[in-house]
């Protein structure tokens, strides 16, 4: 099957490597047991460790097509994509650094409503995309399964 956009399967990769950095961050919080392994940490921590491997290797994928298709990406073509792209990847990465005080349902709404800007969707619907992330979050981990989600 032909992959039609890598700068969209570029885009991902990069946003799950944050997501994993993010996860892996949030995680050095949690609580260590008395005989120093990680305890609670461990779980999210393998999850952040595949997180940043699938978006490395989504990475090498979407390059490796760009480079057979002599493609570009139209977001990296001009100064102010390359600057949109920069300020967003900046934000995303502050997004776990502002847990403590906006919360998971906020981090999460945040980074993807930032993603949403990253790949192109103007401010409107990016906006969009992340009060729906933030409110099905909340509906469904908060409300419905009864996590505690700060």
């Known amino acids: 099957m032909e992959q039609e956009h890598p700068g969209w399967e570029l885009a991902l990769s990069v946003f799950l490597i944050l997501i994993g950095v993010g996860v892996w961050i949030v995680s050095a919080s949690f609580p260590r047991l008395d005989d120093g392994s990680p305890g609670p940490a461990l ?59 906006i919360t998971l349902v906020g981090g999460a709404a945040l980074a993807s409503a930032l993603f949403a800007l990253l ?27 009864g996590v505690p989600l700060s």
Do not use: Q
Not at 68 to 96: D, H, I, Q, W, Y
Not at 120 to 128: A, F, I, K, N, Q
């Open 119 to 145: 790949i192109g969707t103007d401010l409107r619907r990016s906006v969009g995309v992340g009060v729906v992330t933030g409110l099905s979050i909340y509906l469904v981990f908060g409300r419905l399964l």
């Open 43 to 101: 779980f999210p921590r393998v999850l952040a460790v595949g997180l940043m491997v699938g978006g490395g290797v989504l990475i090498a994928s979407a390059l490796r097509d760009l480079r057979s298709r002599g493609a570009t990406l139209p977001f990296l073509e001009s100064r102010s994509g390359m600057g949109k792209v920069f300020v967003t990847l900046a934000m995303t990465a502050l997004v776990p650094f502002l847990m403590p005080y």
